[in-house]
């Protein structure tokens, strides 16, 4: 009996030190930082998530190109599908910018079938430097070359809320 009690304590504090552990593991992430984002592109919103919970929804204009996924350098689309955050730019011609991992090994597989450059250079951003006063009406079409963009106080908001490395999904 004696045996067995002592088993079945092992396992309680088993148990116990595991969940300590995953919530100090949880407890890693800072508070009110995305651990992904989520862009919906034919209802032009973003949302930045963390632990599969959407934090913020910010409205957004994208490629000039139209809603089709992007196919090749200069359609002016937004792309479509799995990316990360790979660099930020603070120094941008619009007022900051985080760099989209894009052209992923699709897009460069798709791009060498056509026989074209999928292109690059695709940003979350704010508007461009000088013209912040513009503010929300910017949403009114869809003007970038393929990025997606908010305004100057969102991209301040989204910047401290976004690390480099935080997957991103665009989806149709």
Known sequence: MTRLLSSR????????ILAVAVLAAESQQKPGQADSILILKKDHLLELLAGGKVIRTYKVALGQGGLEPKQREGDGRTPEGRYIIDRRNAASEYHRALHISYPNEEDRKRAAKLGVSPGGDIMIHGLPNGR?????????????LGCVAVTD????EIWKMVPVGTPVEIRP
């Open 153 to 156: 106080a969102e991209i301040e």
């Open 9 to 16: 304590a092992r396992h309680i504090a088993a148990a116990a």
């Open 132 to 144: 912040g006063w513009i503010g929300a009406s910017h949403r009114t079409m869809d003007w970038t």
